[in-house]
């Protein structure tokens, strides 16, 4: 069964400084690999997504991902935090088409 | 914005009780996707409709029940409500694909549902 884990429940980071929050699935097959980020009282948007293609993934706001089949990771990284980047981040994975398994969420906090 | 839409916004009822959560997908998804967002089960898959057909299901309750109309929107019915069923419900579409490949999933704003 495929399953995620996000190995952080939570993440502080000051403003301008780098953001790494963890990830890393189970899974079958050759997954597809996501990141949604939830903001305060609002939806899920989709931030980048993997699916077999480059194994560094390009997102939206200056965020990226490397898929690492041998270490079963999917990282989410951006090189300098943004105070609007606070909100919570789910890494998300699909094995059979369109079935998502979320992760538990890491919330980001940036520090002024 | 995504072009999901959800009414009602909120929802206060009791224990016991029934509503129905609607959802309109984008204009042109096929697919309908219902998730269940609590404190202490974490975001959840619950049901999935295509062309008005369940296609997938997941951890729904045989208290809740769901289905797509020809105008391809869905409704989301929750009976017999209990204390734990307090949750932020999404609604998410998308444009159906094969079934190895993967389509964007769009997610509505949700519905809280409070069950007092």
């Known amino acids: 069964a495929q399953s995620v884990t996000q190995l952080d429940s939570h993440v502080s980071v000051s403003e301008g400084t780098p953001v790494l929050l963890r990830c890393n699935y189970s899974s079958s097959y050759s997954p597809s690999l996501f990141w949604y980020v939830q903001h305060p009282n609002k939806g899920l948007q989709l931030l980048l997504k993997y699916t077999s293609a480059a194994t560094l993934v390009k997102g939206i706001n200056g965020f990226e991902a490397e898929f690492k089949k041998s270490e079963t990771s999917f990282h989410l990284t951006k090189p300098s935090a943004h105070m609007s980047d606070a909100a919570e981040y789910f890494c998300?994975?699909?094995?059979?088409?369109?079935?998502?398994?979320f992760g538990a969420g890491t919330i980001l906090r940036v520090k002024s | 914005d995504s072009g999901v839409t959800q009414t009602p916004k909120h929802l206060i009822t009791a224990t016991g009780q029934r509503v129905t959560l609607r959802c309109s997908p984008r204009s042109g998804d096929l697919s309908v996707y219902w998730y269940q967002q609590s404190l202490d089960q974490g975001l959840q898959f619950l049901i999935q409709?295509?062309?008005?057909?369940?296609?997938a299901k997941g951890n729904i309750l045989e208290r809740f029940s769901a289905q797509q109309f020809p105008d391809l929107h869905s409704e989301l019915n929750l009976s017999s409500l209990e204390l734990g069923d307090s949750a932020l419900y999404f609604c998410a579409s998308s444009v159906e694909g094969p079934a190895s490949s993967y389509n964007e999933q769009f997610f509505g704003p949700g519905t809280r549902l409070t069950v007092l």
């Open positions: 409709y295509y062309n008005g057909e369940e296609r």
């Open positions: 998300v994975v699909s094995e059979y088409g369109n079935k998502l398994v």
